[in-house]
């Protein structure tokens, strides 16, 4: 049944010290800024986070990342110019980092909430990523055998839900949110509104409800570049 959290801080309580959360956003675009503040609020240490990048500036992931809370982060993209706080926690040996191609990890993420045990992939094969991983030779092309990334949560960010957990998105801003949403054991997702069930044309659901369990409106959600939100 779903759960519809009367705050960010409801929404966030269940996350517990060394879970894997798989956070959502394309850089800002779909992040969900409010769950990841309440996450940083909530306290849990310890986390594996699994997202595109490792964070940018001050805030967000980064502020998680800067407050020690994060052990191990899985990523395509951990180093631009403003991950100064990720920089800092790998070269003291504090952050763990696991390296995944992008298309690899979006597709070890779909794998999970598919619930396919494992896939081949040409990508990153030859190279130190497929280090230690088993290859085989499938139609005359070496492949890489990937495995899914699991989670116990998601947080992701999407614009309308219904009572039932049914989920559309904001253009570009749906990202990953799809997929993560599928392959955590308990996904919470922040929304702009929320309607009736019924309300939603089936027709346009990106995300079905059975793959949602916590829902939060946010009465005043901080204001984004509406160009980082796809509507450029």
Not at 41 to 52: C, P, R, S
Not at 107 to 131: C, K, N, Q, S
Request: with cysteine; charged share 20%.
């Amino acid at each position: 049944m779903l759960n519809i959290a009367d705050s960010v801080a409801a929404a966030v309580e269940p996350i517990h010290d060394g879970a894997c959360v798989m956070i959502g956003g394309f850089g800002v675009a779909g992040q969900p800024v409010e769950l990841i503040d309440a996450l940083i609020e909530n306290g849990a240490k310890d986390l594996t986070v699994v997202n595109n990048n490792a964070g940018n500036g001050d805030v967000g992931l980064a502020k998680l990342i800067q407050l020690g809370r994060v052990k191990k982060i899985i990523c395509s993209f951990p180093r631009q110019a403003d991950s100064w706080h990720f920089d800092e926690k790998y070269h003291a040996g504090d952050i763990e980092l696991e390296v995944v191609p992008q298309g690899n990890l979006a597709e070890r993420i779909r794998a999970a909430g598919a619930g396919i045990g494992a896939f081949y992939t040409p990508t990153g094969y030859g190279t130190p990523l497929a280090e230690g991983k088993e290859v085989r030779e499938l139609d005359g092309k070496h492949q890489v055998l990937e495995y899914p990334i699991h989670a116990d949560f998601s947080l992701t960010k999407a614009h309308t839900a219904d009572t039932a957990g049914n989920l559309v998105y904001r253009k570009t801003a749906r990202n990953f949110g799809p997929i993560m949403a599928a392959a955590a054991k308990h996904s919470i997702v922040q929304v702009s509104e929320i309607v009736e069930r019924g309300q939603i044309d089936p027709e346009v659901v990106v995300t079905p409800g059975i793959y949602v369990d916590t829902v939060v409106k946010l009465e005043a959600p901080k204001q984004v570049d509406p160009r980082e939100e796809g509507a450029a």
